[in-house]
Each structure stands twice: as C-alpha cells, then as structure tokens.
C-alpha cells in the first residue's frame, strides 16, 4: 500500500514520508493490556510534546500517523507524533494510548522533515472533509477502508510544498489504493488520485 506513493511523488518527497512512516511505526510495541479509550490526534498532542521538550527543548512537530484504525469520528486508539532537534540532529517517535506514552525511540536514521504548521485541523475534520470529497464513495463502490491518516508537511502538495497536509489513504481488495489530501490548516481537500 505504502509503495504506491512512489509513483505518483517526485523520489526525495516519497522516500521521506516511506521513511517517517515506517520510523514511527517500527518502535511500537505490538500488544498492550487493558481496554484503550479511543482520542483525536491533537487530543494526545500536549502530552507528545511535552515528552519531547523533556527530551529536547528544540525539538519541533514533523509526522503524525494513526497507529490503530481510525474509527468514523476521527479517532484511534493510538497516535504516533515523530519530532525533530535541530540541536541534536536527532529524531524521536512517541505513541500515545490512553492518555499515556506507550512507547518512546529515536529514530535509527537521518530525516529531512521541516516542521508541521502549528495550527492544523484535527483528525476527525479531516476526515469529515476526505470522506465528503471521495471516501465515502470509494469505500461503497469497492469495499473499502481507510487504512491510514497521515500528517506532514512538504510532501503531498506540489502546489504548495511548504504546506502541512492531512493524507487519508484507502484501500480496497479489489481496486488501487485511494489518495486524499486535505490543507491541514484551511481543512479542505486539495487533491485525490488512484495508484
């Protein structure tokens, strides 16, 4: 699912949202105990960053991913937040379930990742916006799911590459996987395709 991405982005743009991806996802534990309460993505947001300032007081917002399905409001049982210090020229990832740091790495490589917008819609506007445009279609049409809700800046806007987008991905068995980007900050959609 992820390696269509290569296709349709220019090389370095697409190799960096394969790498933020697989970084935030690579440290996290795979089974936790007890019943998680589902949260939006800025719902987890102050307490990601607070651990990040722990870590570095530099240290800046770059990726955020939904690390359990997201349900039809816009919430999952678990977020990823990756953050960068440009003072340690370092990367570390956070995942937060049920209001607590379920896991804390640093990332095993190097990133070019500027820093997200600070103000951006939350997940469940995002969603609201992708489904409205061409999910909701999707999913009828070809037994689809959204498997993925992404958060970066730079990568998924060609028009605007220093804007901080929200890309939904869905997948289907049957049909190519769907694209969604949504303008994080005005929180309409920009841009769909196949592939």
């Known amino acids: 699912m992820r390696r269509s991405i290569t296709s349709a982005f220019p090389q370095h743009l697409a190799a960096t949202a394969l790498a933020l991806a697989a970084a935030v996802t690579a440290f996290l534990p795979s089974a936790f105990a007890g019943n998680p309460v589902p949260f939006s993505a800025r719902a987890g947001l102050e307490l990601a960053q607070d651990a990040a300032a722990t870590w570095s007081p530099d240290a800046r917002l770059v990726y955020l991913e939904n690390d359990e399905p997201v349900a ?4 999952a049982e678990r977020w990823g937040y990756l953050f960068y210090s440009q003072e340690k020229g370092k990367a570390r990832g956070y ?6 740091i379920s896991d804390a790495a640093d990332l095993g490589f190097d990133i070019d990742a500027p820093p997200l917008a ?10 609201v916006a992708a489904e409205e445009k061409a999910g909701r279609t999707f999913c009828a049409e070809q037994a689809g799911r959204l498997s993925t ?4 800046r730079g990568a998924f806007n060609d028009k605007d590459p220093d804007a901080t987008t929200w890309t939904l ?3 289907s068995d049957t049909a190519p996987s769907l694209f969604v980007v949504v303008d994080a900050e005005k929180g309409n959609v920009i841009k769909t395709w196949r592939g």
């Open 72 to 75: 039809a409001n816009g919430t």
């Open 95 to 100: 995942s937060i379930r049920n209001g607590k």
């Open 118 to 127: 600070g103000d951006w819609v939350d997940s469940g506007a995002a969603l």
């Open 149 to 152: 809700m992404l958060l970066i």
């Open 169 to 171: 991905v869905y997948t």
